[in-house]
């Protein structure tokens, strides 16, 4: 049993309440969905109930009545901010160190963990050099050996690919029988039909809405549509497409000829020429582990690589002249702020502007991104899918000819993804052009002008209807 009655927390040195008189109750055993828009304190809740707010996170907090299990699982939308220690193999033996499990037997249960989760690596493997699914995997192993009775699932498969993402859930699905279940989920088509309830919260952190999946859909479909929130019928409402008027240009800006990116020895990509022009909303797919990101670093000269790189016929090398022209939002937007507060971040980027006109460009760039109630806040201090329109916000702001997104919408309610889209093509007809790394088939479909993907360490150009 998981309880909360009359619960009001808040950030330091805010006024608003993220909850002010919450209740809550789920039953043992349930499996409960929690839908809401970005920001209205799914996340948070979570880290009440599981224990980590207080213990872990010191927020100011007060109830009537709190009834937890602190010897949960959880798997975090950050993989990062679970890991303890440097190694594949010390990250899981850890876990089982806790519950006393005697040394000869760690190898086969770590071994069968992984297999689980299908996370093809070497146990002693740096954590650190792994892509963000395969992070995530590796977090959802963890989850698997603790063997916990409750599990608090947030965006658990965010970083993964669509195949990924089903096998992951089929998996989980099949440990979960009699484990009360709480999750926050964008991908919803996986588990609609397998749990009990789903409660939808508004802006406020209220719910407003209680019923189980079907009747949830019949009777509050044009509130989850309100609120942002994914469903079947969600994209019936995004952005049209903008057809790209790049066709009359000639002339390259960015090539990469004779490339190959590597991971210490082993060798991700391949590529003959990978050429960019302005005008262009380019999407870049591939299995987890494949190397999208590797390429986005590369093309930032921030890891090495081996190949001739060009920006207007100008040989580029160094990081100081790539960042003349590119700006890379990463995958752990954290990885990137650099200011104490939430406005000073989108202003900094400003700084050719003269001073009123800079102020002037943040409030409204912060206003369409539902930014401007946190603008005060700490970067830190946000929530998952605040953090993300804030490191995108940054890259907006910034006068770049390439603008790199490494999963942007990941963990973005329907609302702020739609936004964001919408930002993307306004900027690709000004002639900015826009690479996204995305498992999302509905944008790549949608609005992908070109579609590399990455395919047997080769880098390919697709045509026609993508499936990711």
Sequence with gaps: ?????NLRLKYPNTDHKIFDGLDINIKTGEKVLLLGPSGSGKSTLLNVLSGIVPDLIELPMKYDQLEIDT???????DPDSQFCMPKVHEELAFILENQQVPRAEMDAKISSALKAVDLHVNPHQFISQLSGGMKQKLAIAETLLQNAQTLFLDEPTAMLDESATQELWTKIKALWQDKTVLIVEHKVAHIWEHIDRVLLFNYEGKIIADAPPQM???QYEDLLTEYGVWHPNAWSHAPKAILSNNDTVQQELFTFINGEIKRGAKTLITI??????PSEFITITGPNGSGKTSLLESIMQL???HGDMYINDKRIKKIKNMAQYSYLVYQNP???FITNSVYDEVLLQF???DNANAKRKTKELLQTLSLEHVMTQHPYELSMGQKRRLSVATALSAEADIILLDEPTFGLDSHNTFNLISLFQQRVTEGQTVIMVTHDAEIINRYATRRLHIEQQQLIELS???HV
Excluded: C, P, R, W
Aim: hydrophobic content about 35%; glycine content about 6%.
């Design 303 to 305: 890891i090495k690589y």
């Design 71 to 77: 010897h949960s699982g959880v798997i975090f939308q």
């Design 272 to 277: 003959d020429k990978m050429s960019i022009k």
């Design 1 to 5: 049993m998981l309880t909360a009655k």
């Design 216 to 218: 949830m859909l019949q």
């Design 351 to 353: 700084n050719k502007s």
């Design 464 to 466: 026609g209807e993508t």
């Design 334 to 336: 954290e990885l990137q």
